[in-house]
């Protein structure tokens, strides 16, 4: 019904996430009939942006940088080293605002269903850091989730055996929760990491 | 068709466009089957956190096609809670049954000796037995015969001689040259008993489950066995 390049476009929008065919061809005539200059804008920079990000080569995080701004911070305590699953972790801990050390960024979990192994998430380069001597205190901030637990136990032991002090953050009962409403894993969890007040 | 509140396992889950999970269920009376949890990423759903392995689950679903739409998920216990080797094992254990499994296949032993092996996981039993045991129930059940008992000529098999595999035909007599694939008698009789407190029975048990496994499994290793070879 489209003309081939028009076509073309409205199946290249498709590779975003939650859009279907119908959301791609309202993009796609939207873009062409109403906003030529914006859909120009986001060419280049989707072009500039797949171009020049790449992983900060401390922490694995995306940025254009070879190392990226808070691994670059020298205000950061660099003994302390935080490991989260993906870059939305660390946007999360910086918005609770009371973080002041570095972070290293797996972006995935261990997962041997999927093929995903240690080397996959950056386990080497994470090592390397450890042996380095630097860091003190590593946080295990990975999901509570199967994968996300295997993962913190695989690390703790790598942390472990290079003598760097591990915690893990507490998974439990979420502010403002009703303990009726939490589910059984959720509490057996918060009852098993409970401590003395 | 539709199936209440069976019970089962997921071993696996992954995403599915924007907010929906595929999950790779084990079930009691209907055997390994795909179900998509709709909406179960979503930022609201309770699903989402039942949607784990290792957590005892009753599992409701409706459809025809291959891939059956999950209706309801409830947990009959609280989650397992596998930690470290443990949890490793559990993994292991998951990445075996969803390899070699055939989907919608009725496999109820297989189901036992999955909870079997889950419990003594949780337990934090002596991972090697507990692996083992559940190893060889599992080739038994997909049907692979291993006679622990008789050699290829339908001879007992001897406490004192050293015997080796041959596919497709069974224990024979060990040459005079002992190779790594040679298993004195005596451990295979453990085994048959499923003794597996021995440590040497243990190895044995190891190299010849090992050697049954390859060929079902295929060019591809297993990814879970990585996660042990740093850690010990
Ligand atoms: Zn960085």
Redesign the interface.
Known sequence: MFSPLIDELMSSLRCLPGVGPKSAQRMALYLLERDREGASRLASSLGKAVEGVGNCSRCRTLTEETVCGICANSRRDDSLLCVVETPADVLAMESAGIYQGKYFILMGHLSPIDGIGPADIGLDVLLTRLQSGEIQELILATNPTVEGEATAHYIADQAKAQNVQVSRIANGVPLGGELEYIDGGTLAHALSSRRAV | MRVELQPGYI??S?PF??TSLIL?CLTEDYGRLSLIAKGARSAKS?QR??C????PLLLSWQGKSSLKTLTSIE?RQ??L?????F??S???L??LL?RLVPEQDSCPEIYQSYEVALGQLADMLPLEPVLRAFELRMLEDLGYHLDLSRDADGLDLRAEEMYQWWPEQGWRLASDTLTAQSFPGVHLQAMREGDFQDPQTQRSAKVLTRILFKPLLGERP???R??FQ??R
Do not use: A, V
């Open positions: 071993l696996h992954r466009r924007d790779d309770r956190q039942l784990q392995p290792f957590t947990s609280l989650p809670g596998l930690k470290g080797e949890l490793f559990g993994l292991y998951n990445e969803t297993l990814q879970s990585k996660l740093k850690t």
